[in-house]
């Protein structure tokens, strides 16, 4: 990579984590678009690898969370029929 790009991927990199710790969303977006942009130009047959396999990463995003709110709902059922003593003897054993 030459160094003209590397100082553009670091430059835009580091303002788009400046901006979205700032809570400024559309500079963050767009500073990484940027720095997405100069990886792409450098790799694109890696970039054309990862966007013909993200269909399968959305559904297993979309399987994960769905998972992950099943736990959540069982939780909140076992904590209802139980009350909170429960809940808090869990939440003791957690912190330990």
Excluded: C, H
Excluded at 4 to 18: E, H, M, P, T
Excluded at 46 to 66: C, H, S
């Amino acid at each position: 990579m030459e160094n003209w790009k590397r100082a553009v991927l670091a430059g835009s990199a580091g303002l788009s984590v400046i901006f979205l710790l700032k809570g400024s969303r559309l500079g963050g977006l767009i500073f990484g678009g940027v720095a997405l942009a100069t990886l792409a130009s450098e790799y694109p047959e890696k970039f054309a690898e990862i966007r013909a396999k993200l269909p399968d990463y959305v559904e297993r995003g979309t399987n994960f969370l769905e998972v992950v709110s099943r736990v959540g709902e069982r939780l909140a059922e076992v904590a209802e029929s139980r009350g909170p003593a429960w809940y808090e003897a869990l939440a003791r054993q957690l912190v330990r």
